[in-house]
């Protein structure tokens, strides 16, 4: 059940799965749980502010459930930007109302989980900060949201680095465009490409503008899938904001399942796994000068894509997260 569609919601996949989804109001919600009475609910991470809402519907309907027909709780935790912080800026309040208001909606909003599957380390040590009475009092397991292996890597790539994402200050798309634009200079032989769109396309432009480095405005996502196929390095250097940080990243996960060495920022939910992995972090907030400096070096010595490759799962860590919350032996 849903409240809105996302736009990268895709109806066929949807279908493809033999699933059904099934959009409610807040108005809705509460019947169409009575009706269906779900022996599994998984519901938006506890940190999602924005579903707090939802959420105290949900814990009002579960005060007036039985005990042996309430339905057990779970939800997918990726969430690595600080609450408090989070709170803070959205509230324009003090730390100290800002902890409180989190303290009274974990306690008193948020439905206590039976199970929690972190998708980051990052994540995990979010939540065990910030709540962990929550957590302590529900099965929790770390499954890092990596891919599985796409199905033919290639091992020849045609281009040097790929930025791919939304054309925004936080995705450091100016700053990347002028590290590939530094590269293309230095090295005229590497070619570098940037997709995606958004606010930022007119600055883009105009970094790029007379240089070699292609740009691709909104490409199809097919059209994004093999950019990405014939690429060495993927490129995504998020920086945080007070209400928003890295959670995984799509264009990583993408990379990673075509054998791509990565580079990004210690903000990235998946940094700490990246950097263990032997890929390339870059400083916080980085310069295109930093930026290029770590693009660089990995376009020099990139991670062969067969190493790559078998550092991911054979099964999709989504998959196996939905698997694990969902599999109760009694459900």
């Not at 279908?15 to 509460?30: D, F, H, I, K, P």
């Not at 200050?169 to 634009?181: G, I, Y």
Request: net charge positive.
């Amino acid at each position: 059940m849903y409240l809105e569609a996302s736009y990268d919601l895709d109806g066929e996949l949807l279908e493809a799965t033999g699933r059904s989804a099934t959009r409610v109001s807040y108005w809705s919600l509460v019947p169409a749980l009575r009706e269906r009475r779900p022996k599994v609910l998984e519901l938006n991470e506890a940190f999602q502010v924005n579903a707090w809402p939802i959420m105290a519907l949900v814990s009002i309907w579960l005060a007036f459930t039985q005990r042996r027909t309430r339905p057990r709780i779970v939800f997918y935790a990726i969430e690595n930007l600080d609450p408090i912080e989070s709170l803070r800026s959205r509230l324009r309040s003090t730390q100290r109302v800002a902890i409180l208001i989190l303290s009274l909606a974990l306690r008193f909003v948020v439905p206590t989980p039976d199970r929690v599957c972190f998708g980051s380390q990052a994540a995990e040590e979010n939540y065990r900060r910030r709540a962990p009475n929550l957590v302590a009092r529900a099965e929790t397991r770390l499954i890092e949201a990596l891919p599985a292996p796409t199905s033919s890597v290639q091992t020849a790539p045609e281009m040097a680095a790929i930025f791919v994402g939304s054309f925004e200050d936080r995705k450091s798309v100016l700053q990347t465009s002028e590290a590939f634009t530094l590269l293309a200079r230095k090295h005229p032989d590497w070619c570098f490409t940037v997709a995606g769109k958004g606010p930022l396309q007119r600055e883009v432009q105009s970094i790029l503008n007379g240089g070699t480095v292609e740009l691709r405005i909104d490409p199809p996502r097919a059209v994004v899938r093999d950019l990405i196929r014939r690429s060495s390095v993927l490129v995504l250097a998020s920086r945080p904001t007070p209400r928003w940080k890295e959670q995984i990243g799509l264009p990583i996960l993408e990379a990673l399942a075509e054998g791509l060495t990565v580079v990004t920022t210690p903000d990235t939910g998946l940094a700490s796994w990246l950097s263990a992995n032997g890929h390339y972090l870059t400083q916080s907030s980085p310069s295109g000068s930093q930026i290029a400096k770590e693009v660089e070096k990995a376009i020099i010595s990139p991670l062969p894509r067969a190493v790559v490759v078998s550092t991911l799962p054979a099964v999709d860590a989504r998959i196996a997260a939905d698997t694990w919350m969902n599999g109760w032996d009694d459900a």
